[in-house]
């Protein structure tokens, strides 16, 4: 990205650029080029619901490991899913059945119809924050990261027809899952085969290299369309951040911190 500066506008060298977070924000990376950090905001009042999207290889699993690994620190935060890789690669414990209120971060690997499963599993997730709402208490937060997300929420045009009322019911839960503290992550290398119902209800994105024409366009009515061009371009831990839970007032290209 190119840009003239104005008269009088001060210049500077990008590598001698530096920033600090403040506390509600954790650092996933810095400014391409520069030294000011990036951070996603800790506090679920005002983070909202997460997007991590683009092509296998880029990163999506290490920002999302990161995103588990910090929350757990003081949030219940459970990874679906069905790859094997967040227990095998990334060593997340299982998750106990049933077990809602334990601060960390696990891994739960559904055996069955993945849609079902996840509209069972969220659903019992919402009672657990509805009981505590309606006591009166402040609800535990709670994070739900749905990995490969085509395979629990798939769009209504790739779903079955079996699972087309499930990822329904799973996205209307994701409507209101702020109210009862939960927070969701959905991540996918496609838009197009992602449910857009729930897709929508993500205000904060995390954009990794996508050659993808649909989801470009999709993308591109997030970022607009001169960042949207600079989006397949992107090389490795590169990402796009763009959200209210981001420290940053416009969409923003990052380098990742290592993973």
Known sequence: ?????GPHEPIFRAADLVGTLGAPFYRIGTVKGTDIPVGLRVDADRRGHIAILGMSGMGKTAVAQRICSTL???HVVVAL???????????????????FDSVGHFVYEPKGDP??????FIERCMSAGAAEYQSGDRPTPRVVLLEEAHTFLPEWNVALRAQQERVAFSTRMIMQARKFGLTFVIVSQRTAVVAKSALSQCEN????????????????SLVGSEMREA????????????GPAFNSDAPVIISLDPP
Do not use: N
């Open 1 to 5: 990205m190119t840009h003239l500066p």
């Open 72 to 74: 757990g620190s003081d």
């Open 81 to 99: 899913d069905t790859t094997g890789e967040y227990r095998s690669h990334l060593s997340f414990p299982d998750w106990s059945d049933s077990d």
């Open 115 to 120: 849609p079902d499963k996840a509209a069972v």
């Open 205 to 220: 994105y995390i954009i990794f290299k996508t050659l993808d024409q649909t989801g470009l366009e999709y993308l591109e």
């Open 231 to 242: 989006i397949p371009s992107l090389e490795r831990y590169e990402a796009m951040c763009v």
